[in-house]
Nanobody, 124 residues
């Protein structure tokens, strides 16, 4: 049984930083595409950052240069380092896992497993 458990969310002021973690069990993080999505109140879920089996990464334009996705293969854990946070980054952040090596162009429907989400609130 695949399980993704996020942690690290919280409340910060604009300009602050948070580090999200996603611990995977029943699933090999290193051999597949994984990603972070977010959903703000009243908005659709959107992709934030992705990493594939070759450690190639991709980012949404609105976080590029501020967020960094990484993976610890030994710990089977995915991370999202978020810096220079803005109020518009406020959302529930979800970890997602795909049963495929690569992420290129993947949409939320392409991911088979999801975490429960962790809330990030950025105040101005």
């Amino acid at each position: 049984q695949v399980r993704l458990v996020e942690s690290g969310g919280g409340s910060v002021q604009a300009g602050g930083s948070l580090r999200l973690s996603c611990a995977a069990s029943g699933y090999t993080a290193s051999g597949n595409c994984m990603g972070w999505f977010r959903q703000a109140p009243g908005k659709e879920r959107e992709g934030v950052a992705f990493i594939d089996s070759n450690d190639a990464t991709g980012y949404a334009g609105f976080v590029k240069g501020r967020f960094t996705i990484s993976r610890d293969n030994a710990e089977n854990t995915l991370y999202l380092e978020m810096n220079s946070l803005k109020p518009e980054d406020t959302a529930i952040y979800y970890c997602a896992a795909r049963l495929y090596l690569f992420c290129g162009g993947a949409q939320s429907a392409d991911f088979s497993y999801w975490g429960q989400g962790t809330r990030v609130t950025v105040s101005s």
